[in-house]
């Protein structure tokens, strides 16, 4: 088995009288694409939001790299090395493209107040280099030539893959992926899908949630199954497609 990179050991969380995760452990092998699938309302965004620190959990833990990182702040828990992308595609419009992508590298540099209201030589060092990786991952996501566009003015499937791009910015080793390819045609799945690929061939874990079974079945190593936030299901994609439990609850059993 691979080294773990996450994990996460009886994760509980509720809004009021909904208990969105009900006890919930699973592991993460590092370099691996792991989706994360199941019906609406199954606790799928909720447990990303657990993961980086958006909401704590009410019981259990997530370990990073062997690290408790239950209870850190969001920024803390990408400072660690986790980043991630949201359902709805949030992006500093007001900004340009390139420039939203400096800003996910700015937890990589060092030059404090002092050295940048100097322009101490260690601030133009860093500012051209944060420029030269922000530019090389545009070019990744295929939005080079839109880097000095404003940021709200680029349709929303460019503004999610702005997003990973402003997620890779802050060099992660694992990266959350929420729904990606929600409003992409079919051309543009399969080139999120050949994306992911390229990110994980840069050694960096994903994890994804998403709804495009094509996409899922077609990327990822391993999957897991949430129904009502408890897991029914785990492993490889041929495995799940052939689960009866899976089949009953959210593929759909053929008549």
């Given amino acids: 088995m691979s080294d773990i990179i996450l994990e996460a050991l009886n994760i509980r969380k509720a809004f009021g009288g909904i208990v969105a995760l009900d006890n919930l452990t699973f592991l993460i092998e590092q370099g691996k694409i792991t989706a994360i699938i199941g019906p609406n309302g199954a606790g799928k965004t909720t447990l990303l939001n657990v993961m980086s620190g958006v909401y704590p959990p009410e019981q259990g833990n997530i370990f990073l790299k062997q690290k408790v990182i239950t209870g850190l702040q969001a920024f803390e828990i990408t400072c660690c090395g986790l980043a991630r992308t949201f359902q709805n595609a949030q992006v500093f419009g007001n900004m340009t493209v390139l420039e939203n992508v400096m800003m996910g590298r700015h937890i990589r540099t060092r030059s404090g107040i002092v050295s940048a209201a100097l322009r101490l030589p260690r601030t133009y060092s860093e500012e051209s280099l944060t420029r030269e990786k922000a530019f090389s991952y545009l070019e990744m996501v295929g939005l080079k030539d839109c880097a000095h566009k ?14 990973i791009a402003r997620a890779l910015a802050v060099e992660p080793e694992i990266l959350l992926l929420d729904e990606p390819a929600a409003g992409l045609n079919t051309q543009e799945t399969r080139n999120l899908g050949m994306l992911i690929r390229t990110i994980q061939s840069m050694g960096i874990t994903v994890v994804i949630v998403e709804h495009d079974m094509e996409l899922v079945m077609d990327i990822s190593d391993e999957i897991i199954v949430l129904n009502y936030g408890q897991r029914i299901a785990e492993g490889k994609p041929g495995d799940i497609q052939t689960n009866p439990e899976v089949i009953d609850v959210y593929l759909g059993r053929e008549e």
């Fill in 150 to 163: 404003p940021a709200s003015s680029i349709p929303i499937g460019n503004q999610r893959l702005l997003e």
